[in-house]
């Protein structure tokens, strides 16, 4: 048990704590900056520390050193009488209600995809039952995770992993919790997947074979790239038909999208709008909103014989094609809504385009000496038929 002074440097404000009489030192020199300054009830103040069940305790006490260690003492009294209570002590919290309130408070107002947590952490309490957030353990974590294994991937398991984790942090943060017990958690190692997106006959097939209601939409979707959500809460007013703009106003990132009509989708649009009295652009037979296209678009994968393909991955072929096409990266970036360019870079494989006009661009810059004279083509396909043979 100690007190010790702990004062501030007026410069940068680095803390220096002063202990076994150096605490009567008159001026200190800073460690980060090496300004020299004078210590004074204003920069400096006297701190306790002891320990109480094998756990370190530190309380700030003010300006006072004779204060300081009447406190400590005190808490040395309380210590041996058994009259001393943790003062950092909270009152314990159940996980299920805990998790509830983490999707109303936080969940709901910053994240469109809510209920996706609330589906992960319905799972996890149902295997964890309604034990305290300070039970659950790095330990009991793993044997969730062994115990999904059974049932979904690893990526499905890393996604809950993580919501958990959220949720421990913000239970932290909302000083609940003295600490995330999980915070080390090590998540599964991902298996990398082919980017699955359609090719130009899968494309014609799979139109072919939709329904009118869900042509259009897909049409609509491989045309913008923008999410079945996004699509499926589009209305009128969203759309400028004078400058040929379609504004993605609520997205999974918050940030507004603006994203240019093409002469297919403004034709596309404009069939739509004909006769519509409706305020949102996709609607079902009765002018009601669409809510779903998954029992539409799986049936028209059925026909059309396209396997292991998803709606979403019409995102992603909106995105391959425009790459494909000779699209900069950085403009796919834009359009698709990428906060990053990290999102962007899978798609990069797709074209080497970009890559060889880049390494192109020396050729012309620096003069080696060799033309066409000098190196003729029958000496590069000697070359070229050498190596061949060599590996």
């Not at 390494?359 to 190596?387: F, P």
Request: charged share 30%; hydrophobic share 35%; net charge positive.
């Amino acid at each position: 048990m100690q007190v010790y002074k702990r004062v501030k440097c007026n410069r940068c404000s680095k803390h220096i704590e002063l202990r076994n009489g150096d605490d009567r030192l008159k001026k200190i020199t800073c460690t980060r900056c090496g300004d020299v300054y004078n210590i004074n009830a204003e920069n400096s103040t006297y701190y306790i520390d002891y320990c109480f069940n094998h756990k370190r305790h530190r309380e700030k006490v003010g300006s006072s050193k004779a204060l300081a260690e009447s406190v400590l003492a005190k808490r040395q009294t309380q210590i041996i009488e058994g009259k001393f209570f943790d003062i950092e002590q909270r009152p314990r919290i159940k996980l299920i209600a805990f998790a509830k309130t983490f999707i109303s408070s936080y969940c709901k107002p910053n994240k469109i995809s809510w209920f996706i947590d609330e589906y992960y952490l319905k799972k996890i309490t149902e295997f964890m039952g309604d034990i305290y957030l300070d039970e659950i353990t790095l330990m009991r974590v793993e044997e969730y995770k062994k115990h999904r294994l059974q049932f979904v991937k690893p990526a499905t398991i890393n996604r809950e992993v993580t919501c958990l984790r959220t949720m421990m942090y913000k239970a932290v943060e909302w000083d609940l919790l003295k600490d995330n017990t999980i915070k080390r958690v090590k998540k599964f190692k991902e298996e990398s997947h082919r980017l699955r997106f359609l090719e130009r006959d899968e494309i014609e097939r799979l139109l072919a074979h939709c329904n009118q209601h869900i042509k259009n939409i897909v049409i609509f979707a491989l045309n913008t790239g923008m999410r079945r959500g996004e699509i499926l809460r589009l209305k009128w007013d969203d759309i400028d038909f004078i400058n040929d703009l379609i504004y993605v106003l609520i997205t999974k990132n918050k940030e507004k999208r603006i994203i240019p009509m093409n002469s297919t989708l403004k034709q596309l649009l404009l069939s739509i709008k004909e006769g519509s009295v409706n305020k949102y652009v996709f609607c079902n037979g009765t002018g009601e909103i669409v809510k779903s296209v998954r029992t539409g678009f799986t049936n028209a994968m059925k026909r059309a014989n396209i396997n292991n393909f998803r709606f979403h991955d019409l995102r992603h072929t909106f995105a391959s094609h425009l790459v494909m096409s000779g699209v900069d990266l950085n403009t796919v970036r834009e359009l698709m809504g990428h906060k990053t360019i990290e999102m962007t870079l899978r798609y990069a494989h797709l074209s080497q385009t970009h890559k060889t006009n880049a390494v192109e661009l020396l050729s012309q810059r620096i003069d080696t000496g060799l033309t066409h004279d000098t190196v003729s083509e029958n000496t590069v396909k000697e070359a070229m038929t050498q190596l061949q043979s060599n590996n």
